[in-house]
C-alpha cells in the first residue's frame, strides 16, 4: 500500500491540505462518519467551535487508534461549519492536534446552515492504512 | 473482503449509526450519486420529506440490488436536508428500510440552504461489497 | 480494475451523472480535496460561478494528469454552490470540458450557506485509476 500526497504544479500550495491523495491497492479503506463536538456521554462539550473541534479531532483519533491507525492516515476530511461561525477555531484546534511533519489530507469546507442540535462543526473522513 | 463497523471505547454509541467503517480489501467499492425523492419518471415523487427519503431510500436500494448487494452494504452515507425542515421523517422511513439486525454505517448529516429544484433530501453513499 | 457506469432500470436517467458507478479492486483511488476557482496565484480567478467552475475543472484536470488519469477517472463528484447562486453557468463550464463519450460521474449537489473566503463553488471529487 502506498499512499501520495499530491500538489502538481499549476495549483496554489498550502501547508494547511494537499490538494489530493493517492491510496494504492491493497490498502484498508476507513469511512468515519461525521464526528461531532460529543464527549462518550453523548453531550456535547461545549458552545464554541474550538471546544467542538478539538473534541471531534479527539473522537477521529479515538476511532483511528482502534484501527492501530492515526490522524496522519487521514486521506480527506469534510469540515462543515454552521452558518455564522467561523473556523478560526478549528483551524487552531486543528494545529494542536496535527503533527506538521506529516502531509495534510485533502480538505473540504462547506458552511452549512445547519447540523444536529447544538452541534456547530462536524468533521467526516476517510483514512486509509 | 472484510468489512468491520467501529464503535471504540470513550465515544457515544447510538443504533442509528456506527462512527466508522473498515473495509479491508479486496472489495468492490460502489460510489452511489446523491438520491432525491425521485421516482424513475424523473418526478419528485411528493412535497414532504418522509416520501421523498422513501424514495430516496428505495432508489438506493434499486441500485444496489442491480449490482447483487444491498443497502446492508452501505458503509458511509450523507444525508442532506433543506433547511426548515427536520429529517424526522426521514428517520422513520430509515427505520421501515433498514434491518435492524445489520450494523449500521456511518452517516454524516448537513441541514443545507438548497438542494435542487424540489428536492427537500438528497442522500449520497459510499458500499462495499 | 474495471470502473462501471450504474444506471438501474427503475431510476431516472440523465446525461449528466450516473446514477452510481462500480469500483473493482485492484484500483488506485484519488482523494481531491475541494477545487475552488483559485489559479495557481491562490487568488479568486473571478467573481462568478462559471469563471469559477471553470478553473475548478481546470484544477481537477491538472491534479488528475499529474498521475497520469484524467477527468473521466472520476466517480464521484461532489458540488457545492453558495446560496443566491445557480449552477447554471457551472453546468455550461462542465460541458465545455467534458468529453461526452465518456459516462459521466455519480454527482451530489449541495447550495450551501456559504464556502471560503469569494469562493462561489467547491468541487470535490473522488477518482479511480
Known amino acids: 500500500m502506498g499512499t501520495r500526497h499530491l500538489n502538481p504544479e499549476g495549483l496554489h500550495r498550502s501547508p494547511a491540505f494537499s490538494q489530493a491523495v493517492v491510496v494504492e491497492q491493497p490498502a484498508k479503506t476507513i469511512y468515519i462518519g461525521g464526528q461531532n463536538g460529543v464527549g462518550a456521554d453523548g453531550e456535547v462539550v461545549g458552545p464554541t467551535v474550538g471546544e467542538q473541534a478539538r473534541q471531534a479531532f479527539r473522537n477521529l483519533a479515538t476511532i483511528l487508534e ?64
Open 66 to 129: 482502534s484501527e492501530g491507525a492515526s490522524l496522519a492516515n487521514i486521506v480527506h476530511w469534510r469540515i462543515a461549519v454552521v452558518e455564522g461561525h467561523t473556523f478560526d477555531e478549528g483551524v487552531a484546534a486543528f494545529q494542536e492536534v496535527w503533527n506538521r511533519a506529516d502531509p495534510p489530507p485533502a480538505i473540504t469546507v462547506h458552511v452549512v446552515a445547519g447540523l444536529g442540535p447544538g452541534f456547530l462543526v462536524e468533521i467526516d473522513a476517510v483514512a486509509a492504512v
